[in-house]
């Protein structure tokens, strides 16, 4: 936050000496910084899907490509993007539900009047209107269930394809 | 005609470490060819140079009489013409069989595809394969659906890294054969690289032997086994023994075991002192024999009995015995030397 705010400030003080108009909280005040937040705290989620699916592809793959005179942008659609669709899916998947019920970091870095589903319903809750409350709280549940039930469904799918 | 592959002084480095040191040889047509050595030995590193994945330090590679690469100078393995199969493989697994191989085809109708994907199928009995996908496959067969991936856009020559050692032992040398089969019905230029020697037999025309980056012999199975150029060859093909002896003269050694008549592989000069490689199979056994040695040690092969059998000077020898010689460790049996081409080296001195 220290580095945005700093540049915020420079900025908007240029601006104001230079010509007479501020900018205002341009990082800080905004989306930037609640998404650069996001970015760190659920990087490590989707790495390590991702990082599974890269692993997949051994070197050989692509020097057998080369090898029958298949071209490395070419490798990158018909080898590494086929393959790692998968878990490029379930990365997106499983950073959009945490995103959707993240709360503290929302909290504190949220622009003005910007809410998420978990802040609406952690301020209705907090003022006691259980019922409102009780639309976003089933939504971030019905959403969140999404993962479960595809995880679920591909780890059958992949059961029943490799018999052992 | 240009030879299908001529690789001349290549070395190959890695920092300043050299790797493959001053290679040369050459590959005709339709011949399949062997790097051969122990792990660590460069062969690797020699194929990738050929494929054009590593460049060259020194010397040239040509392929079909055109250079693909010398130092500076490496024409991208997309545009070289060969095929690789390695030792995993290297299957796409989200393709089935029929698009796998057909992954470096193009250029051609869709109808001309199938009909080329199916008969390499049927070249390696794999018929009705086309729809499934690599996992549901066997070790074997993957293997030679890999073998006949590389061999579908029908390439100048084809490069096998190790292509046996995931496929378990058995399997392995049936498959050795069936490939060289493959290879040699549809006149295909390899090269295959390998620690296994057996399969190198198996498999390949010509045999060159590395070791810490250099060729010490380029030639047939028959000769590296009978005529090796140096103690590294003769050390690592085979087994054998030797045994020190004296030039008496020419075509003439006298050892412990006798004189020994024969042709020389190497000549060595009259009076020198030598050291003479016996194989297993130069020593018979013959019960009458004016030569009573100690069995030291026997392995059962089946067929066959390994004794090790020990000289009044403490050197050992191998002596292959029909299994029907039952002998015990400790006993005495007569043997005979019968050798063809007596390999004789310069005796080390022992420090």
């Not at chain 2, 997309?78 to 995993?88: A, T, W, Y």
Request: net charge neutral.
């Amino acid at each position: 936050m220290i580095p945005f705010a700093a540049f915020d400030n420079a900025l908007d003080d240029w601006m104001r000496v230079q010509f007479g108009w501020s900018t205002g909280l341009l990082l800080s005040g905004t989306l930037v910084a609640l998404i650069f937040a996001y970015l760190v705290r659920f990087l490590a989620v989707s790495l390590q899907t991702v990082e599974a699916g890269l692993g997949k592809i051994r070197p050989t793959m692509d020097e057998v490509a080369l090898s029958m005179g298949v071209g490395s942008r070419e490798i990158i659609h018909r080898v590494h993007m086929p393959m790692l669709k998968g878990s490029l899916m379930t990365a997106l998947l499983l950073v959009f539900v945490d995103v959707l019920k993240e709360l503290p970091a929302t909290l504190i870095l949220r622009p003005f009047n910007y809410n998420t589903l978990a802040v609406r319903a952690y301020e209705l809750a907090s003022d006691e209107r259980l019922a409102d409350a009780s639309y976003a709280s089933l939504a971030i549940v019905s959403v969140g269930i999404l993962p479960v039930i595809l995880l679920s469904r591909s780890i059958t799918r992949s059961r029943r394809a490799k018999p052992t | 005609m240009p030879n299908q592959l001529s690789v001349k002084q290549a070395s190959v480095k890695y920092g300043r470490q050299t790797v493959v040191d001053e290679v040369s040889f050459e590959l005709q047509r339709g011949v399949i060819g062997c790097l051969l050595g122990p792990s660590g030995c460069g062969k690797t590193s020699l194929l990738r140079a050929i494929a054009g994945f590593e460049p060259l330090a020194k010397g040239k590679i040509l392929l079909h009489g055109r250079c693909v690469s010398r130092p500076g100078e490496t024409l991208a393995p997309e545009k070289r013409r060969v095929g690789m199969v390695f030792q995993d493989f290297a299957l796409y697994p989200h393709l089935n069989i029929e698009d796998n191989i057909a992954f470096g085809l193009r250029g051609q109708g869709q109808a001309q595809r199938r009909e080329r994907v199916n008969s390499l199928l049927g070249l390696v009995g794999l018929s009705g394969t086309q729809k499934k996908y690599p996992h549901q496959l066997s070790g074997g067969q993957q293997q030679r659906v890999a073998l006949v991936r590389a061999m579908a856009p029908q390439p100048d020559i084809l490069l096998l890294d190790e292509p046996f050692s995931g496929l378990d032992v058995e399997l392995r040398e049936q498959l050795a054969r069936e490939v060289r089969d493959i290879l040699k019905r549809e006149e295909v230029t390899a090269i295959l690289v390998t620690h296994d020697q057996l399969e190198a037999f198996a498999l390949a025309d010509n045999i060159g032997v590395l070791s810490e980056g250099r060729l010490r012999q380029w030639d047939s199975a028959y000769s590296l086994y009978h005529r090796p150029s140096d103690r590294f060859v003769a050390n690592f093909i085979g087994q054998g023994a030797m045994i020190p002896g004296v030039v008496t003269q020419d075509s003439e050694v006298q050892t412990l075991l006798g004189k020994i008549h024969g042709e020389f592989v190497n000549q060595p000069a009259v009076g020198e002192p030598v050291e003479i490689l016996i194989r297993p199979d130069d020593v018979i056994h013959e019960d009458e024999s004016n030569f009573q040695l100690r069995i030291v040690d026997k392995v059962f092969q089946g067929a066959e009995y390994l004794y090790t059998l020990a000289l009044e000077d403490g050197t050992e020898l191998l002596c292959l015995v029909q299994s029907h010689h039952d002998h015990a460790v400790g006993e005495m049996i007569g043997i005979r030397l019968f050798l063809d081409h007596v390999v004789a080296f310069p005796r080390l001195t022992k420090s």
